[in-house]
């Protein structure tokens, strides 16, 4: 994990997402995230993976807080993880 929290120290204050595993971590900004996102197959009628990470993107806190994305195996998660105050 410590390739993880120090891609969330070098990103304070930027909005986007931390695509992580458990040894590689990638930063994408909003613009990137939004590209891949728009990559993505549509699933009509679902609330799908992409919708919820948009959703995600938008609302929290960047200076403050850290979206990430954890794929382990065939599962993915959306995390948000919060600094200490």
């Not at 969330?8 to 590689?24: A, L």
């Not at 990559?39 to 979206?67: C, H, I, M, T, V």
């Not at 998660?77 to 919060?82: C, I, K, Q």
Request: net charge negative.
């Amino acid at each position: 994990m410590k390739h993880l929290v120090k891609c969330f120290q070098e990103n304070v204050g930027r909005r986007g997402v931390t695509f992580y595993d458990e040894e590689h971590c990638n930063f994408l900004t909003w613009d990137e995230v939004v590209k891949f996102i728009s990559a993505l197959p549509k699933e009509e009628g679902k609330d799908s993976f992409s919708e919820r990470l948009a959703d995600s993107l938008a609302n929290y806190n960047p200076d403050q807080e850290f979206l990430a994305v954890h794929q382990h195996g065939k599962s993915v998660s959306v995390e948000l993880y919060s600094q200490a105050q």
